[in-house]
Nanobody
């Protein structure tokens, strides 16, 4: 049974930092490209960042470039999202997902999803 479990969310002031984790089990983590997505209240889920199987390639949404960093530890089957200089508009439920195809995959191409962790940025 595949499980992706996010943690590390919380309440932070604008300008602050958080580091999210996504712990995977039940799959061969190293063969999956991994992604972070977020969904704010009343809005569609949007792409945040993705990382290739080896961690050698990453891609980011323009809105988070230079502020967020995605990384992974294949030995620990865990992906991370370090978020700095947080803005009120970063408030959302952040979910991780896994796909076997490409880090350019659309949401529909992701095979597995976590339940999400809430990030709230106050002004």
């Amino acid at each position: 049974q595949v499980q992706l479990v996010e943690s590390g969310g919380g309440l932070v002031q604008a300008g602050g930092s958080l580091k999210l984790s996504c712990a995977a089990s039940g799959l061969t983590f190293r063969v999956y490209n991994m992604g972070w997505f977020r969904q704010a209240p009343g809005k569609e889920r949007q792409f945040v960042a993705a990382i290739s199987r080896t961690g050698g390639t990453t891609t980011y949404a323009d809105s988070v470039k230079g502020r967020f960093t995605v990384s992974r530890d294949n030995a620990e089957s865990t992906m991370y999202l370090e978020m700095n200089s947080l803005k009120v508009e970063d408030t959302a439920v952040y979910s991780c997902a896994a796909n076997r195809f490409t880090i350019q995959a659309t949401q529909d191409d992701y095979d597995y999803w976590g339940q999400g962790t809430q990030v709230t940025v106050s002004s």
